[in-house]
């Protein structure tokens, strides 16, 4: 009986301390920003207005899952909001009428992107700086 408590106090402690060394590595983070979105559009038609850039927000939970000293991966999940919008002006004559047309449209769509990134961490205590890669997948919602 002694031997069966002794062994399940040496499993609980190797689990404990496994576990305590896993969560060391493992840090969420919350990131938030301010999206300036524009759309290229070549070639413009007659008439047409150039796209203008509008604001939207972004949102990001990043997970590092840290790999030795200088190493970790980084999966995210980051909500955007991008748009465009545009304004357009026509004219034209008409049985001697003159008619202008002003037109103005805006449009966003909101995307969840999921990058997986391998993070490289560089630097001394006081100054760090970090590279980053890795593949990306966005959806639009």
Known sequence: MAKQVFNAFIFCFFLGAGHGMLFSQISIGVRGGLLINNLAIDPLQNGEGTPEA????????????????????????????????????????????????NVSSKGFVNALEVPVLGKAKFGTETFRFFVLAGPSMGFGI
Do not use: C, Y
């Open 54 to 101: 509008v604001t939207g927000f972004q949102f990001a939970v990043p997970i590092e899952i840290g790999i030795g000293e200088i190493f970790a991966v980084q999966p995210e999940i980051m909500f955007g909001s991008h748009g465009v919008k545009r304004q357009a002006n026509d004219s034209g004559t008409l049985l001697g009428v003159t008619t202008t047309v």
